[in-house]
């Protein structure tokens, strides 16, 4: 077993005493041999980490409180990002109050083990994850309702982005896209201030508050059969983009693979090599950097043999990310979780054999997958980039 010294030293292990000294005792815990993937990811210009939760104040129930889980975190990443401690149902219970608490958490960790922080997300556009309050918000009508939106959005963008100044990427935008047609969701916003002002706002609004920071467009567009249309309303979103002057620098792909979402029509689930090679080169080619920024694998059609399944889990991740490393525009890769156990992907489209799924870089002892593997292996062999 290799311990990794240097990563643990970079991060002034041995200075931070407390909590940290405490993930050091952890006994039984299997560690990766050789670098870990923040420093494999580094070595080639890129950025490797992971969503974690933290509980609601007061609780032990976020990924965070495991200790097992902030080992492998402390380990292998460079960046971490709350998994839902920055929407707006968590942050904000009514239209006056932001509960930082549970992302402060999160903010703390990270600075302790010298981790940058990354921010999702300050408009998550769909409805269905606006906290009730805001659901049928009255904005009242005309001019004066626009204004009244606008004046939310933007001080919910200014007052969060202000309390984080360390994070220097955000997903601004989450999800706009509807997969079925491509079109733009409705939310109250839209209906107050139009579609594309409300997402053009949000942007702007997170350039005043950090004008160095990377900020991303987010989505689920995958590059299996069914995600045409979702693909093809992203481009012409993001076309719209750099038409009006949105200041919008990268496309978060999320990199949830085969996961298409089951309601698209003719959902087949194959990977599209080719069609998905032009999405991506359209989108570099309009000037937009890129960001896998949720990769998981949803193994639910593969064996149910572990090895076997691993296996295929692995030879799918490796050739998908060496097709999106190879471009020098990709920047970041974020996997969304760290153990299987606690991965969304468990309760999500279940295996038909119930099965617990394998779907990220951790088993449920701690010990690394071939999925880990794979991810090492196409961070060696990425070209290097600025
Ligand atoms: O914390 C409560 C718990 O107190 C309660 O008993 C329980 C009952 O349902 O819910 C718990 O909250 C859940 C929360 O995750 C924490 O586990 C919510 O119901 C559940 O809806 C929420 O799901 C999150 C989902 O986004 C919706 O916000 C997942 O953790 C999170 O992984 C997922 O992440 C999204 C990205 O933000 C955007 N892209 C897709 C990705 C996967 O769906």
Known sequence: MTFRRSVLSRRGFMALG????????????????????????????????????AGPPGSNTGTLDDPGYSRVLVDECGVLVPENELKW???????????????????????????ALRGHTLLWHHPKWFPAWLQ?????????????AEGLLVDHIAKVVAHYPQIDSWDVVNETIDPKDGSIRHTVFSDAMGQ????????????????????????????????EAHRAGVLKLLEGFRKRGTPVDALGVQSHL???????????????????????????????????????????????????????GAALAKAYLDLMLDYRQTKEVLAWGMVDKYSWLQGFTPRKDGLPKRATLYDDAYKPTPLREAVAAAFQAAPARA
């Open 89 to 115: 149902y968590v942050l904000r219970p009514d239209a006056k109050t932001f509960a930082f608490e549970r992302a402060d958490r999160i903010a703390a960790f990270a600075k302790a083990h010298d981790m």
């Open 258 to 312: 085969g996961t298409e979402d089951p309601a698209a029509p003719g959902s087949l689930g194959k990977p599209q090599e080719k069609a998905w090679r032009a999405f991506i080169d359209e989108a570099t080619g309009m000037g937009y950097d890129l960001l896998l920024t949720e990769f998981d694998v949803n193994d639910r059609d593969m064996p149910a043999d572990v090895a076997a399944r691993d296996a295929a």
């Open 136 to 148: 049928h918000y009255d904005f009242g009508k005309g001019p004066a309702a626009a204004k009244t």
């Open 196 to 227: 594309e002002h409300t997402l053009d706002t949000a942007f702007h609004a997170a350039r005043a508050a950090a004008p160095k920071a990377r900020l991303v467009y987010n989505d689920y567009m995958g590059w299996e059969a069914g995600n």
């Open 18 to 53: 407390g909590a940290t000294a405490a993930l050091g005792a952890i006994p039984g815990l299997a560690q990766a041999a050789g670098p870990s993937l923040a420093a494999l990811a580094k070595a080639k210009g890129l950025r490797f980490g992971s969503a974690v939760s």
